[in-house]
Each structure stands twice: as C-alpha cells, then as structure tokens.
C-alpha cells in the first residue's frame, strides 16, 4: 500500500511539472463527455485565456445530435492553466416563452426539428480590460448578447443584437445567421470583431447556401453593426481572374486574426471541391474585403478550423492554426478516411504565406477545435475527439502544448 501511494505521489508530481511546463509533452484532459449530466452530446468548443490569466471553455450541450435540437451552451473556467476545472455551469438555456414565440413566427425557419430551444454558434471575446464579450445565437434566427466583469465568473442578462444583421439584407436576403463559432477577437483599436454566416436556407439543412462576413462593435460591445460580405457563394469564373477560376461553395464557419499591421484575415471552410481553405484580407476587419483565395497549404474537410495570434519564448511572432488534415487516400477505396480526423497544428513565421511546421495532435477521429494562448504562453487547444469504437463526438478535450513541442517534434503524451 505504501508502495502504492509512493507512485501515485510521484505520478501527480510529474504530471505538475510536465503541466507547468510541457517543452518535450502534451497533456490531455477531457472537459466534456457525451452521455453526461442529461446530454447526449457536447459540440462546438470554444476557448479564450482572459487578461488575468484564467481560462474559459465553452460549448453546446445538445440533447440530441442535431445542430437544430434542444440545445444549452455549457461553461467550465480554469484558474491554473487548464490543471483543474471548476463543474460545468448552464451559461445559456432559452426559455420557453422566446422558444415558443420563435417557434410561431412565421418568418422563422423552424421546420428542421427545432422547436426555437436550440441555443447554438456560442462565440466569446477576451477584451483586454478584463471583460468577457459572449455572443450567441438562438434557432440560427436571432443574436444575443452577454458580457462578464468579474472575469467569466458571471454574465449580464442577454441583450438580443439581432438588428446588426440587417445591415446584410441590400447585399443578401439572408433567412438563418450564425456567429462563429469559436473565439472572436479584439484588435489593437480596440474594435471587436466576430466572423459570421448567413444563408438563405434554401436546401442543406437550411445552412447553405451560405456567405461570410463579420460583425464589429466600437463601442465595447454596447452596439453592434454589420461589415461588408467578404467571401459569396460563387462558382468558376465569376471573378475578373478568369486564368484561375475557384469556386467558393457554402463558405461558412470562420475564424479571423489580426496581422501585424492592423490588417485583418478571415481563414474560412467552404464546400469547394478543391478541399481547401479560403482566405480574404481587410485593413478594417469590416469592410472593402479583397478577393478570396484559396491556401493551398490547408487541406479543408469541410469543417471548422481554429487560428490565433501568438509569441514564442525568443520573442518572435506566429500564427497558429489548427484543423483536421484528413487528406483522403482514394487508393484505398475506404470511406473511412473521409471522416474528421488527424488534427493538425500548423505553424507560420510570416503571417500566413508559408506555413513551416506541422504537427499531430490526435492522429484518429477529431473535428472542431478552438484555440487560446494562455499567460505563460502555453498553447490550449479544445477540440472534438471521438473514441475508439468509432463515435465521431465523443468527448471535448483540451490539448495542452509548448511551442517548442510542436517545434521540436518529440513529445511523451499524458492523459488525465
């Protein structure tokens, strides 16, 4: 027995110290688990590090497996660098007066299962003051807003924000809007910026056909106003640059950076048959958007990816971005290898153009992640994994890595 809790000391010693500072490990920890606590399935991580260092990590607790089902959005805050883990708090849960006044309107696109509880697209923004900016949607019909003072400990009441997006409707007569999802960002005016989509609903679960753009606030989240449309629904050749035709199809769920010059990047998903990511540029974040391309350099399996802004320990600047690189091999004939999975961290030194190292983080079934770069520069990441029988959602785990692992490209996993 003695023996028996020597090892055990010993074991959470060396889990501490890998934690603290994982340069040759990753650790893993699974936040949320499907089955638990009356959901059938946790989805859509998020994650931010807040001016005091603490994390927060979020998603939607679905009832069902739908993205139209009865849906919550779930909290869990860290206040040792993802160590440990406060219990999962109810952050959103619709109520049954705006679900049923949801459900009866007309103009409402609530024919998909959806009886207006579905709680969904949960996208949150670390300010640099130390408030916590939290964006929502409900029945992909309506947007609402929340922020916290006291450092995601609580939020205010909701605050519904949909008319920011009728600045679309000259430009697209959207039916269904989404935010996010994943994490927003601030840049250094102090704009906040949130990347959404929009579609008309018109077939694919009411989700396509779909455009991108984004929605900011100057004024700390008190309004919010509507950008330009910064990459459509378009086939081949309807750009002047006939010698390469693209064809952006459905582009949807995106993420943003802000450049060193102030400049803003949406990274996007789309349908696109050429299976890969599409980018766009805006000195505003908001407006005058440059034509998209694709980065040939970022497989795209039609799904959500994550990218953030960060600093490695000799100073130096990256982006970090992160998706499941599940290049089918259809030599094999095997439509497994089409599923989400080998989530990938990429790295780039010059914003983007290149992208100089890659490594895996989960190399079998992972989908959505979310990325935050805590106080000590720690890299988080929270992503959807699946498990060994093959369920594509079974857990939400956070990642947690140096950049001189993913550098270094030698590491000893740990699993909590």
Not at 152 to 159: I, K, R, Y
């Amino acid at each position: 027995m003695k023996h028996l809790l020597l090892f055990l000391l010993l074991s959470s010693i060396t889990l501490s110290i890998q934690a603290q500072n994982p340069t040759d490990s990753i650790i893993f920890t699974d936040l949320f688990t499907a089955g638990t606590d009356g959901y059938r399935t946790y989805r859509i991580p998020g994650i931010v590090s807040t001016a005091q260092g603490n994390l927060l990590a979020w998603c939607e607790a679905r009832r069902d497996q739908s993205d139209w089902a009865d849906i919550d959005i779930m909290l869990r805050r860290s206040t040792d660098s993802g160590l440990s883990w406060s219990s999962s708090t109810v952050l959103v849960d619709v109520s049954e007066a705006l679900a049923q006044e949801i459900a009866s309107d007309p103009n409402a696109v609530n024919d998909h299962g959806s009886a207006g509880n579905t709680a969904n697209n949960p996208v949150m923004i670390a300010d640099a003051n130390g408030d916590i900016h939290f964006l929502y949607c409900v029945a992909y019909q309506r947007a609402y807003y929340m922020v916290s003072h006291d450092d995601g400990q609580t939020f205010s009441e909701p605050t519904e924000i949909t008319t920011a997006f009728e600045g679309f409707r000259n430009e697209y007569p959207w039916k269904v809007l989404a935010t996010g999802p994943g994490h927003g960002i601030q840049l250094k005016n102090g704009r906040l910026l949130v990347p959404v989509w929009l579609s008309t609903a018109d077939s694919g679960n009411a989700h396509r056909p779909s455009v991108v753009a984004t929605i900011y606030s100057d004024d700390h989240g008190e309004t919010w106003q509507a950008g330009d449309i910064a990459i459509r629904y378009l086939y081949p050749y309807q750009y002047e640059d006939r010698a390469q035709p693209q064809a952006f199809v459905n582009p949807s769920e995106t993420v943003a950076v802000e450049l060193a010059d102030g400049s803003v990047m949406l990274n996007s998903r789309s349908e696109s048959p050429e299976h890969l990511r599409v980018v766009t540029y805006s000195a505003d974040g908001a407006t005058q958007w440059a034509s998209p391309k694709f980065d040939t350099a970022l497989y795209d399996p039609v799904c959500l990816a994550s990218l953030i802004q960060g600093k490695s320990s000799n100073n130096k600047d990256y982006l970090l971005f992160v998706n499941p690189d599940s290049r089918p091999d259809y030599s094999t004939h095997n439509p497994r290898l089409n599923a989400r999975r080998n989530l990938t961290a990429k790295l780039s030194y010059d914003e983007g153009k290149t992208w100089s190292v890659e490594r895996v983080i989960e190399p079998t079934l992972a989908a959505y992640s979310d990325i935050a770069v805590g106080s000590d520069n720690e890299i988080h990441v929270l992503f959807e994994r699946g498990d060994a029988e093959g369920k594509q959602y079974a857990f939400l785990t956070l990642a947690t890595f140096s950049i001189e692992w993913l550098v270094n490209g030698q590491s000893n996993a740990t699993t909590k």
